[in-house]
């Protein structure tokens, strides 16, 4: 009968049960048989009940092998400043200085120009320099279209185109000769002591008044006149003076010429002319 080998499976577990013994060969004539296969092998019992834990086994002292590195944690928030610490000591003494070298170094890279300054104060002028020789006369100009005749413009006003205004008076003790209409003021056969008064109107400057005095009656005839001078007629120019008596024969005429002067603020009637 062939022994039939009992493989154990699984820890502490149960001895199953025996197989079935395998058929017994035939006796074999003459040398002895073959060994007859094995037997399959029996099916697993049920599982045995668990056994006592086993004593806790002594320590190993081999160390084991090093576990991969973790990943990194997120970095921890900041803590508090720390106070500041003292102050340390002052550094040595300073080191005797050094032999100036000799060798020339690098130049160095040219600087960016500097900001201009503030302009200084102006210099004092020049001595003037000798003038210039005369350049040579350009050539004359080609003579201009000659333009369109302008329009004939407004008569005149003054007294060289029209004929002078005469105005006459006779017989009277004084008169006030208009200067914006008359040009030559005839007194006739006047009142002895006549004041002749200062013309009304606006004069111009240059502006010509003449006053004649005549006699129409028979004979000789003597009379005083009064010239007013203070806003009116003057003589102050060299030249003839003004009469304060005038004796007239039959058809004597007297004329006085004045004209009326702006210059130095004078504003006066001048007389620059008289004749008997």
């Known amino acids: 009968m062939l022994a039939i080998p009992i493989i154990q499976f699984g820890p502490t577990g149960g001895t199953g049960p025996q197989g079935t013994q395998g058929t017994q060969g035939s006796i074999g004539i003459g040398l002895p048989?073959?060994?007859?296969?094995?037997?399959?092998?029996?099916?697993?019992?049920?599982?045995?009940?668990?056994?006592?834990?086993?004593?806790?086994?002594?320590?190993?002292?081999?160390?084991?092998?090093?576990?991969?590195?973790?990943?990194?944690?997120?970095?921890?928030?900041?803590?508090?400043?720390?106070?500041?610490?003292?102050?340390?000591?002052?550094?040595?003494?300073?080191?005797?200085?050094?032999?100036?070298?000799?060798?020339?170094?690098?130049?160095g890279t040219q600087g960016t120009q500097g900001s201009l300054g503030p302009t200084g104060a102006t210099g004092a002028q020049g001595v003037q320099g000798t003038q210039g020789s005369i350049g040579v006369q350009g050539t004359q100009g080609s003579?201009?279209?000659?333009?369109?005749?302008?329009?004939?413009?407004?008569?005149?006003?003054?007294?060289?185109?029209?004929?002078?205004?005469?105005?006459?008076?006779?017989?009277?003790?004084?008169?006030?000769?208009?200067?914006?209409?008359?040009?030559?003021?005839?007194?006739?056969?006047?009142?002895?002591?006549?004041?002749?008064?200062?013309?009304?109107?606006?004069?111009?400057?240059?502006?010509r008044l003449v006053v004649r005095i005549a006699n129409t009656a028979t004979g000789a005839t003597s009379y005083s006149t009064t010239w007013v001078e203070a806003t009116g007629f003057t003589a102050r120019l060299a030249g003839p003076t003004l009469p304060t008596r005038t004796t007239t024969g039959t058809g004597a005429v007297h004329h006085h010429e004045f004209m009326y002067n702006t210059n130095g603020a004078m504003n006066r009637w001048c007389l620059i002319l008289r004749t008997s």
């Open 33 to 107: 048989g073959l060994q007859g296969n094995q037997g399959t092998q029996g099916s697993l019992g049920p599982t045995g009940v668990t056994g006592p834990q086993g004593t806790q086994g002594s320590a190993s002292t081999v160390t084991g092998p090093t576990g991969p590195q973790g990943t990194q944690g997120t970095q921890g928030s900041l803590g508090p400043t720390g106070a500041t610490g003292p102050q340390g000591s002052q550094g040595g003494p300073q080191g005797t200085q050094g032999s100036q070298s000799t060798a020339i170094g690098v130049q």
């Open 143 to 207: 003579i201009g279209v000659q333009g369109t005749q302008g329009s004939q413009g407004s008569a005149g006003t003054g007294n060289a185109l029209r004929s002078p205004v005469v105005t006459v008076v006779s017989g009277v003790t004084g008169v006030v000769p208009d200067i914006s209409t008359t040009d030559i003021e005839d007194l006739i056969n006047i009142a002895s002591g006549c004041t002749i008064y200062a013309p009304s109107g606006t004069p111009n400057n240059g502006q």
